[in-house]
Nanobody, 119 residues
Framework: QVQLVESGGGLVQPGGSLRLSCAAS????????MGWYRQAPGKQRELVAT???????HSADSVRGRFTISRDNAKNTVYLHMSSLKPEDTAVYYC?????????????WGQGTQVTVSS
């Protein structure tokens, strides 16, 4: 069974830092894109940042310059280093992976990890 296992969420004060990790296993095919999305209470899920297997990065304007996404292709693991955190960054953060196998595309989601920014 495909798994995306996230870790690293928690409670942090404004201005603090956290690092999220997401390890993928039993993925069908080759993973093309891995990334992070978030959903705050009462809001739609939104893109935080994505990274391709070649290292191309796309990130939301709201986190650019504060959050850094990276990836270890050999380990099928994606990281999100978050710094200068703000209360508005509070959300459930979801790991996402997209793979391709025999011209079929697959998409996977993690279970989510809570990030709370509060004093």
């Amino acid at each position: 069974q495909v798994q995306l296992v996230e870790s690293g969420g928690g409670l942090v004060q404004p201005g603090g830092s956290l690092r999220l990790s997401c390890a993928a296993s039993r993925i069908i095919g080759s993973i093309n894109v891995m990334g992070w999305y978030r959903q705050a209470p009462g809001k739609q899920r939104e893109l935080v940042a994505t990274i391709t297997s070649g290292g191309n990065i796309h990130s939301a304007d709201s986190v650019r310059g504060r959050f850094t996404i990276s990836r270890d292709n050999a380990k099928n693991t994606v990281y999100l280093h978050m710094s200068s955190l703000k209360p508005e960054d509070t959300a459930v953060y979801y790991c996402n992976a997209r793979s391709t196998w025999r011209n079929f595309e697959y998409e996977y989601w993690g279970q989510g990890t809570q990030v709370t920014v509060s004093s």
